[in-house]
């Protein structure tokens, strides 16, 4: 009977996705026109933060773009792409504390590492035969803001590693939490 209803609810999901994915693709389309009929063209914006480097987005309007990217360099791991919300970079005062944060965690890095070794998660994927410490895709670092709905509101990491999906955060130069899960692509 639970399979049933879980098959019930699959498909009412499935239908509507299937009502709703045309309309999305015709509203892309008419905006995309519009757009074009505006003469309203996409821009690449760059902005240099202190502590974070160069920082770059993508909109018709600068105050338009909601997340800014760059590239850093984090020891471990070597290079990986950093995001800041347009949120974050326009409350000073916080900004200036994820920065901070961000520094102290790369001072710390290899305390981190430590910390995930020891960390029965990633101890079990070892068992599994996959060390989740190697990343096979590029490694994403989220500075979050204040509205982040993750476990804390500091900095988290996360990146594909064979079978597996990784996520942690560090808060105050520590690793707060470090879990991975079956990679929906393998």
Do not use: M, Q
């Given at each position: 009977m639970t399979k049933l209803i879980g098959k019930i609810i699959e498909w009412i999901f499935i239908g509507i996705a299937c009502i709703c994915l045309p309309f999305a693709m015709i509203f892309?389309?008419?905006?995309?026109?519009?757009?074009?009929a505006l003469g309203r063209k996409y821009q690449d914006f760059t902005k240099n933060v202190e502590g974070l480097g160069e920082l770059?987005?993508?909109?018709?309007?600068?105050?338009?773009?909601?997340e800014w990217i760059g590239r850093i360099k984090i020891?471990?791991?070597?290079?990986?792409?950093?995001?800041?919300?347009?949120?974050?970079?326009?409350?000073?005062?916080?900004?200036?504390?994820?920065?901070?944060?961000?520094q102290k965690a790369m001072q710390n890095i290899e305390f981190i590492i430590e910390a995930i070794h020891n960390n029965d998660v990633y101890k079990d994927a070892?068992?599994?035969?996959q060390d989740t410490l190697i990343a096979?895709?590029?490694?994403?670092?989220?500075?979050?803001?204040?509205?982040?709905?993750?476990m804390d509101p500091y900095i988290s990491i996360s990146y594909p590693s064979g079978n597996y999906y990784v996520w942690f955060s560090i808060q105050n130069g520590e690793m707060t939490y470090f879990d991975v899960s079956k990679n929906q692509d393998n």
């Open positions: 892309g389309v008419v905006s995309g026109l519009f757009n074009k770059k987005a993508r909109g018709i309007k600068e105050k338009d773009c909601k020891p471990h791991w070597n290079e990986a792409e950093i995001r800041v919300s347009s949120k974050l970079l326009k409350n000073e005062t916080l900004l200036t504390e994820k920065v901070n944060e961000y070892l068992k599994d035969g096979e895709e590029e490694i994403c670092i989220e500075l979050n803001d204040e509205d982040s709905k993750e």
